[in-house]
């Protein structure tokens, strides 16, 4: 290799790779950031870019506390989706269904 391999490189070029190969199959493709990558700015150490992502899979998702978290990190998130609707794009998962949110994906926990 010419350059040092750093996180954002290894999960950029698995997420295209990957996003190539699902889309021969014409299936949709979801990723989920951590908590680190939407609330601590630590993209650079876990290599989820938010702007690659969503310009190589359908939908993002992200852990979110509250309906507040959810909003704040979806029009923060909003910048680096450049195709289609914002709340349609990335999706919360979160203990219930937030107000205002199109669509979500519910955690359950366990008992």
């Known amino acids: ?25 014409g299936a949709a493709l979801s990723a989920v950031l951590s908590a ?15 702007e690659l992502f969503f310009k190589v899979f359908d939908r993002v998702c992200g852990p979110a ?15 680096h989706i450049t195709v289609g609707e914002p709340s349609l794009r990335y999706l919360p998962v979160m203990s219930y269904a937030p107000e205002g949110a199109s669509c979500w994906i519910v955690s359950v926990p366990t008992p």
């Open 65 to 79: 506390d509250s309906a507040w978290q959810y909003g704040m990190d979806r029009d923060a998130l909003a910048a």
């Open 36 to 50: 680190d990558t939407l609330h601590g700015g630590m993209a650079d150490k876990t290599g989820q870019d938010a």
């Open 1 to 25: 290799m010419t350059f040092d391999p750093t996180p954002s490189i290894g999960v950029s070029g698995f997420a295209v790779g990957l996003s190539a190969r699902m889309a021969e199959s």
